[in-house]
């Protein structure tokens, strides 16, 4: 089975960049689709992005949409989160999450996940 490994986070000033990595080991990720998720202190997890297995597919929450983006490198067995132009309420860990099914905006459709990685914007 796949299994998440995320990498990248960090603290970044608002509106400036920062690249997510998720390494997935295991079976190639052109058989899933991925996605990433996020949690602030307080706040349920929510969905932030996905992208269907072949990569020609992605959703993206509104509050993200025009400034995140999803790319994935099945080659590389990587899925990364392109953080540009990032805001404080940006702020949260992140997860990468993977499923053998249709791709979700729904954290319970996805079956493994990773252990998070910290992003941290400064106003």
């Known amino acids: 089975q796949v299994q998440p490994v995320e990498s990248g986070g960090g603290l970044v000033q608002a509106g400036g960049s920062l690249r997510l990595s998720c390494a997935a080991s295991?079976?190639?990720?052109?058989?899933?689709?991925m996605a990433w998720f996020r949690q602030a202190p307080g706040k349920e997890r929510e969905f932030v992005a996905a992208?269907?297995?072949?990569?020609?597919?992605?959703y993206y929450a509104d509050s993200v949409k025009g400034r995140f983006n999803i790319p994935k490198d099945n080659a590389k067995n990587t899925v990364y989160m392109q953080m540009n132009n990032p805001k404080p309420a940006d702020t949260a860990v992140y997860y990468c999450?993977?499923?053998?099914?249709?791709?979700?905006?729904?954290?319970?459709?996805?079956?493994?996940w990773g252990q998070g990685t910290q992003v941290t914007v400064s106003s």
């Open positions: 992208v269907s297995r072949g990569g020609s597919i992605t």
């Open positions: 295991g079976p190639t990720i052109s058989s899933y689709t």
């Open positions: 999450a993977a499923t053998g099914g249709v791709t979700s905006m729904t954290g319970h459709d996805y079956h493994y």
